[in-house]
């Protein structure tokens, strides 16, 4: 099933299979010579289909904002980003090169058969323009039994599903906030949520549809939004009750044995009263929108031990309940009389230096370069115990 949405079942078998056989030689050849080398090679795999159009802006850009820019503005390209991700990898004694795999099936299979990398770190979160698709490139390392990082196919599938994690946290005693999906289109949806609500679409991730005007607050305003899902993300509409209160990000690291880092919050006193107090994809990716400014972290995040503890409790179940491993976002609202709900669990999170996971990393007293070697560590262990299990 995983293979058969990458590509149709005939041109698998023929392409997949065939190549596979062809390839195993130049396979081991290629493994003998990293082992050669004393040193294990990691292949950063990435998917950006069209690079070309990243322009870095100039200079001038960031002169006319109507606010004062709270932090440094980036101006390096993912593929830079990820050329620099590698050099660090090197740095701790690895062999390591990056792959852009550009929508490119056929280049991932005779990437990956030709030049067998010890282990693979993923970076991969869509393909063809499907964020759905994700689970299927895991699942091809997986049917080439080499070792990667972050989350499997099954999890990266059920994080997809905003409501399906609802319901599987919900399972296991978890709060989220109540919710109710619009599938269809209709001239007036009813629902028994009570405002503020926030509308999101069903099957993104990454703050991807949840822009300033996602908290609504009226029927009205629901009706725009829902339909404006419906036709701009081709998917269900997820409404849920918007939950006043403190955010906090909640970073987990490790395969078996898992751990809590400090707690991050994001600090909304800033956000000025025409923009909601939500991380938006403008808050979140967009570096010229004064949101992105006025969503200040805090790590770690000054909290009651009580809810301190609870929140490391719950941010570690979902972890497990969700089935990631190696790390892992688990975004919470603290609700005005001290109530935690999980509003997403982020398999795979962004490893930006200074920011998101890598924030609470630090606080935790490990170097940057430290933590992507545990990473790439816990993968190559797993390639170790699957290998001894099938001696």
Known sequence: MIVVNLIQGNEFIEVFFKKMKKNKLNGVINGMKMRESGLPTVAVIYNEPEPELYVKKSP??????????????????????YETFAHKIESRGFNCYTLNLKDDFHLLINELTKNRPDVIFNFVELFYNNPKLEMNVTGIYELLEIPYTG?????????????????????YG???????????????????????????????????????NAVVHNNSELNAKINYIFSEFKQAALIEEFIEGRELNIAVMGDENPIVLPISEIDFSAMPDHLPNIVSYQAKWDQMHEAYHKTIPICPAVL????????????????????????????????????????????????????????????????????????????????????????
């Open 151 to 171: 989350a499997p196919p099954l999890a990266l599938a059920n994080c997809q599903s905003k409501v399906f994690t609802k319901r599987l946290l919900g399972s």
């Open 60 to 81: 001038s850009n960031f002169d006319n904002l109507n606010f004062i820019p709270y932090f440094e503005v980036e101006n390096t390209t993912p593929m830079e980003d």
């Open 174 to 212: 978890i709060k989220t906030a109540n919710f109710e999906l619009k599938k269809t289109f209709a001239e007036r949806y009813k629902h028994s949520l009570r405002f503020p609500i926030i509308v999101k679409p069903a099957f993104e991730d990454a703050s991807v549809g949840i822009d300033f």
């Open 304 to 391: 009651p031990k009580r809810v301190q503890a609870k929140a490391e409790k719950i941010a570690l179940m979902a972890f497990k309940a969700m089935g990631v491993r190696d790390y892992a976002r688990i975004d919470m609202r603290l609700s005005t009389d001290n109530e935690l709900f999980v509003l997403e669990v982020n398999p795979n999170p962004d490893l930006t230096e200074g920011a998101g996971f890598m924030r609470s990393v630090e606080a935790a007293g490990f170097t940057y370069d430290e933590v992507l070697e545990k990473l790439i560590r816990f993968a190559l262990q797993r390639g170790e115990k699957h290998k001894s299990r099938f001696k």
